[in-house]
């Protein structure tokens, strides 16, 4: 009888903490999406270090980006090579003014279904596909269903991104240092197109 009886209990205190659990995750990824959702409109200047799985550098990268939720974005790296990626919100420009190429994709095809997509501002039906966890004020996101997905990591200091990265499965890491951030009420929407110079290759995969 008493075998039953802590068993039961065994039972019933898994069951709750099981409950406690899903319900402190749903209430992290909750106050991540509060975070992003209240994100203004911005430009910083980004540094970004790519490492591969045995920690060495592999290349070290500087540029400004600009962010308007949702999905419009200009991510230009001028050292230590030139290199732009335009979002208007429905397709992406990845231009290399070095060999005078820009190929075309719809967004939602090209990163529609990586973590990054959340800090552009994905559906919230997209957000039912990760799992966010918080440890010393770093959140983590995750595709459980997906192993071969990223893994997305984001720091928050007074309502704007310092940090974030990417941890490929492969292992390779892209670390990015976000700074001298100005927060606007809106950004020219020129900024979020892409017109194509003359004598450019054009690989339109819409």
Same mark, same amino acid.
């Given at each position: ?52 799985? +045995? ?67 994905? +559906? ?73 110079? +003359? ?8």
């Amino acid at each position: 009888m008493r075998n039953k009886m802590s068993l039961k209990k065994i039972l019933a205190t898994a069951v709750l903490m099981t409950a406690s659990m899903l319900t402190n995750a749903q209430s992290v990824k909750q106050e991540l999406q509060d975070q992003l959702a209240q994100l203004k409109p911005f430009s910083a200047d980004f540094t970004q270090i790519v490492t591969s799985a +045995e920690g060495d550098n592999l290349s070290t990268a500087q540029g400004v980006m600009q962010l308007q939720r949702p999905n419009q974005f200009r991510w230009e790296t001028v050292s230590p090579d030139e290199q732009l990626i335009v979002s208007d919100g429905e397709s992406i420009w990845l231009y290399n003014p070095f060999v005078e190429q820009v190929s075309i994709y719809s967004l939602k095809d090209a990163i529609a279904n990586t973590p990054f997509m959340l800090i552009a501002g994905s +559906e919230q039906t997209a957000w039912e596909s990760y799992r966010v966890t918080k440890q010393a004020g770093v959140y983590t996101v995750i595709t459980p269903n997906d192993p071969t997905a990223a893994v997305l990591t984001l720091q928050f200091k007074q309502g704007e991104i310092t940090q974030f990265s990417v941890q490929e499965q492969q292992g390779q890491h892209s670390q990015f240092a976000l700074t001298n951030h100005k927060t606007m009420n809106k950004i020219d929407l020129a900024l979020f197109t892409f017109n194509i110079p +003359e004598d450019t290759d054009i690989d339109d995969q819409r």
